[in-house]
């Protein structure tokens, strides 16, 4: 194949790619089902993702394996972008913040296993999503585990200890969420301000400090097809995902769910789409419910306590389409931007590898499950929402991460962990 060749091939991707999904977006806009809107952001995401390979394991472990921190900056980028995309919504009036109530025990036990599953697995919730979509088949191997794990807990043996951890939950003085706003008395917009303004000094400084460039290369099809086809900066991913998340949450909010960007329990739910019947479908807001007078109302009950009960219908379990959408678009999007860039591979593993991921995807899964969430759902979501409860999932999950990569993945040992 030439090099002409290669260009018309990205371009007729990107064209297919850009009408269905503009076609998508139409739709959802002239029918008001705002659901479909999750089939373009989530392949988005999943685009994005995979241009940065911006993995929550992955940044977490690379910090202390290779003293990279570029992941790590990348994921802070997307918060910061979330954060100050959010107060404008937020002032603006299109969404109601939701940040999670501070389930403290949830997050510590959650963080311990999830911190640890991650390492095992070879990515995070969504890493192994966009990894499985490029062929990874460790990820693979983790992305089978996640569900099983997930449904220990929401429908499984655990879900008693779930429920009892619940009741250990820590409340502002209003009895809300408690959260950087509630404890330091500033509104969402002002601390949302502050965070931006010293990224950005932050990044004007690291620019002075270092005066070293990154030459673009020249090549075939120019700057857009560089763009199109070649890896992105971690940052560069993260400015993405930041932006586009202030869609998602519209998106989420137009639906009912009424939160951010989240991939844990979308991952559950399709593979309770594959295996479990009845399923109830959450894809639209409840419509409100009618007001009606105290003499209706009295004639309505009157009638009512005359007609025998039917009998309820077999409850079926819940699963929301937004996220499913979401995730389907993710892994869509990450095949499409790794088929771009030539990166889809089908690389043998060690089987030991691969039978330790899967199992990693089970840990890490429960641990998701006991914490409500993960890397996205909890850290770049949840910490852009300024929830204290999220900061400590994330600080429990990190350290824990270097925990494990310390030992699982460099060969040492806990004393040497603690004691360097």
């Not at 603006?92 to 296993?113: E, Q, S």
Request: hydrophobic share 50%.
């Amino acid at each position: 194949m030439t090099s002409s060749d290669k260009i018309i091939n990205w371009k007729k991707y990107f064209v297919l790619c850009s009408v269905i999904l503009s076609g998508i977006t139409l739709l959802a806009v002239y029918t008001r089902v705002w659901v479909l809107t999750a089939i373009p952001i989530g392949f988005l995401f999943g685009f994005f993702l995979k241009k940065g390979e911006l993995c929550g394991s992955s940044a977490f472990s690379e910090v202390i394996m290779m003293k990279d921190r570029s992941k790590v900056f990348g994921l802070w980028i997307a918060i910061v972008v979330s954060m100050v995309g959010f107060a404008v919504l937020d002032i603006t009036g299109f969404i109601i913040l939701n940040p999670k109530p501070f389930l403290w025990l949830n997050y510590v036990v959650g963080g311990l296993l999830f911190g640890t599953g991650i390492v095992m697995a070879g990515g995070c919730v969504s890493g192994c999503l966009y990894k499985s979509a490029s062929g990874n088949i460790n990820s693979m191997a983790g992305l089978l585990g996640i569900p099983l794990g997930i449904a220990l807990v929401e429908h499984g043996p655990f879900k008693g200890f779930q429920d009892y951890m619940k009741g250990f939950v820590l409340k502002s003085e209003t009895g809300g969420p408690i959260t950087l706003s509630s404890l330091t008395g500033l509104p969402f917009w002002a601390l949302a301000c502050i965070f931006g303004l010293l990224t950005l000094v932050f990044l004007v400084f690291k620019r002075k400090q270092s005066e070293k460039t990154y030459e673009v290369t020249s090549i075939d099809g120019g700057r857009f097809r560089k763009v199109i086809t070649r890896p992105w900066k971690p940052w560069q991913s993260g400015l993405a995902i930041g932006i586009l998340a202030i869609f998602a949450y519209m998106s989420s909010a137009a639906v009912g769910r009424n939160y951010p960007l989240g991939v844990t329990h979308g991952v559950l739910h399709l593979q309770l789409l594959l295996t479990d019947r009845p399923l109830k479908f959450i894809w639209s807001k409840k419509p409100a419910a009618p007001s009606i007078s105290v003499e209706k109302e009295q004639n309505i009950d009157k009638v009512l306590s005359d007609i025998k009960p039917l009998p309820k219908p077999a409850p079926g379990k819940k699963v929301n389409v937004w996220l499913m959408l979401l995730v389907s678009g993710l892994l869509v999007g990450a095949w499409v931007s790794a088929k771009l860039s030539g990166k889809i591979n089908f690389l043998p593993r060690p089987p030991g590898q691969t039978v330790t991921a899967f199992f990693g995807g089970i840990l890490l899964g429960t641990g998701a499950a006991f914490a409500t969430g993960c890397v996205i759902g909890n850290i770049l979501s949840g910490w852009a929402l300024m929830s204290v409860g999220m900061f400590v999932f994330g600080a429990v999950t990190i350290l824990t991460n270097w925990a494990a990569t310390y030992i699982y993945l460099m060969g040492g040992t806990i004393s040497d962990f603690f004691e360097s």
